[in-house]
């Protein structure tokens, strides 16, 4: 079973290396210490944590994401956009993924995107392809 460093985990959850550790220290999620003293997550123990989180987030009544049916969210920032006369181009930098798409020009100033904006990339596909790491 594939197990997480707790830097990994927490650029999986998208926290900080610390908040893990805080939650490991406090028992909310399970780690063991290999050889090295270094503390690993299991897989599948980081994977349940995972939906307790989003459960308790919704629970605590956050904020819902938007009714869409676009499962796959990317929050990040905008760090690049690239208006032609019909077309444009914004890139967003989420976590450690690129992601750029491509809209109309109209699109992107209806919308008021700009560079060092918040911004959720939403991607619904009939093709996706899994890779392994």
Do not use: C
């Not at 406090?26 to 307790?52: C, H, N, Q, S």
């Not at 796959?72 to 760090?79: L, R, V």
């Amino acid at each position: 079973m594939r197990e997480y460093s707790v830097g990994r985990a927490a650029r999986l959850l998208g926290v900080s290396a610390d908040t893990m550790r805080r939650w490991a220290d406090a028992g909310r999620v399970p780690t063991r210490r290999d050889e090295a003293g270094k503390r690993l997550i299991a897989g599948a123990d980081l994977a349940a944590f995972a939906v307790a989180l989003a459960e308790a987030a919704s629970a605590a009544g956050e904020p819902a994401e938007p009714y869409t049916s676009a499962r796959n969210a990317f929050p990040g920032i905008i760090t690049a956009v690239k208006l032609g006369d019909v077309a444009a181009q914004v890139e967003i930098q989420a976590g450690p993924h690129r992601l750029v798409s491509l809209l109309t020009r109209e699109a992107v100033e209806e919308l008021g995107l700009a560079v060092g904006m918040e911004a959720v990339a939403r991607v619904k596909a009939t093709s996706v392809h899994i890779d392994r790491s």
